[in-house]
């Protein structure tokens, strides 16, 4: 007695063709699901840093606001216990860092926000009623302007990416 596999045979044959095109679907939605999610962060920077008191203790609780010069859109953030914070997603350009913390001077500088960089402003506040200004372009310093009031222009073509203050 013979048996007719026929039938079976193109049974498995249809079932996995069938399982191939939902397998290849699959793939493919998930493809175009997943990859917005990588394009949407390509132009946007961090700005990140360390706060400190006078002594170099880092300060916890710190108010971070960063403001897009160009927009006015502003951001904040707050110090962890480290004396860290970071502000990231923001949009490529130019900001504004004011951070605050108790009876400590604001400080306040210019950073520069480039496609997926890491713009560091590391603050080290001063005690009293003054206002300390450093320039910081993305990532490089400009020189200290303690007390003057003045922002830091950033221009990173300008003069090898220092900061220059305002006067």
Not at 82 to 101: H, N
Not at 124 to 140: H, K, N, Y
């Amino acid at each position: 007695m013979e048996v007719d596999n026929s039938n079976f045979e193109g049974a498995t044959m249809h079932a996995r063709q069938t399982l191939f095109a939902f397998f290849f679907m699959f793939m493919l939605t998930s493809a175009f699901l997943i990859a917005p999610a990588g394009f949407g962060q390509a132009n946007t920077g961090t700005i990140t840093g360390t706060v400190r008191d006078p002594s170099g203790a880092v300060i916890a609780g710190a108010n971070v606001a960063v403001k897009n010069m160009a927009t006015g859109a502003q951001r904040t953030a707050q110090s962890g216990n480290q004396g860290q914070y970071e502000v990231p997603g923001l949009p490529v350009g130019t900001y504004e860092v004011d951070i605050t913390s108790g009876n400590f001077a604001p400080f306040k500088t210019n950073a520069e926000v480039t496609v997926g960089g890491v713009s560091p402003v590391d603050a080290q506040l001063s005690t009293g009623q003054a206002t300390t200004t450093v320039g910081s372009c993305g990532g490089r310093r400009g020189g200290e302007h303690a007390n003057s009031g003045a922002l830091a222009d950033c221009n990173p073509a300008a003069d090898g990416g220092t900061a220059e203050p305002h006067t």
